[in-house]
């Protein structure tokens, strides 16, 4: 089963132009959002994480906003750039039972238009 | 920085062959993990491991097993490859909680993967 439903599958944006990925998750336990950044023959990176307590992250060009109660968060690129051509990844940490793992997104590919 | 090492980059494989990918991180981490990647379906998690010669099965471990017999290495072998394995493979690594709070990020790092062809 799909935990976390990552829209939209791609995304085209000109440059100086916000780029918005939006994720939604079922699991109430989840207790850290992050999300990785992956350029093409690469691993994925991580970008910047929040925390289920804080409504908004923000990070230079990058801004995560978390709703709680939608069980709904999305991450904003602004003044988008040709080098933040890439895949996007929301991903949500599952640390019941003492074990951690993320769950993630099935990817947003990101393309910035000069 | 954290540096997670996959030893192959590209492997081609025959059907009915065992394979492994290697994966070596130097930084101390507990945790490690082995994720495939197709395009449309994202990451899944195949195995992971918290600790030495611990194992868990993730979403999809059908067709796969895994060795952690040192802290810093965790192996991922497919007994018997078939076409339907053909995959981008991942490793990461990530530090337990309790060490986590001495500051340290509470993500994950990435290999650069391993592109598994069987044919």
């Known amino acids: 089963q799909q935990q976390v439903k990552q829209s939209p599958q791609s995304l085209i944006v000109q440059k100086g132009g916000i780029s918005i990925i939006n994720c939604a998750y079922e699991?109430?336990?989840?207790?850290?959002f992050p999300w990785y950044q992956q350029f093409p023959g690469k691993g994925p990176a991580l970008l910047i994480a929040?925390?289920?307590?804080?409504s908004e992250k923000k990070e230079g060009r990058f801004t995560i906003s978390f709703n709680k109660s939608a069980k709904q968060f999305s991450l904003h690129i602004m003044d988008s750039q040709p080098g933040d051509s890439a895949t996007y990844f929301c991903?949500?940490?599952?640390?019941?039972?003492?074990?951690?793992?993320?769950?993630f997104g099935k990817g947003t590919k990101l393309t910035v238009n000069p | 920085d954290v540096k997670v090492t996959q030893s192959s980059r590209y492997l081609v494989k025959r059907t009915g062959e065992k394979v492994f990918l290697e994966c070596v991180q130097d930084?101390?981490?507990?945790?490690m993990f082995w994720y495939r990647q197709d395009p449309g379906l994202g990451l899944r998690l195949i195995y992971f491991?918290?600790?030495?010669?611990?194992?868990e099965k993730g979403d999809i471990p059908e067709g796969y097993s895994v060795s952690r017999e040192k802290k810093e290495r965790f192996s991922l072998i497919l007994e018997s490859a078939s076409t339907n394995q053909t995959s981008m493979y991942l490793c990461?690594?990530?530090?337990?909680?309790?060490?986590?709070?001495?500051?340290?990020?509470?993500?994950?790092?990435f290999g650069s993967g391993t592109r598994l062809t069987v044919v």
């Open positions: 491991s918290y600790d030495v010669k611990m194992k």
């Open positions: 991903a949500a940490r599952d640390s019941q039972g003492g074990s951690e793992k993320l769950v």
């Open positions: 930084m101390d981490h507990e945790n």
């Open positions: 929040i925390r289920p307590d804080v």
């Open positions: 990461a690594s990530s530090l337990v909680p309790y060490r986590r709070e001495w500051g340290r990020s509470s993500g994950y790092t």
């Open positions: 699991n109430t336990a989840f207790d850290y």
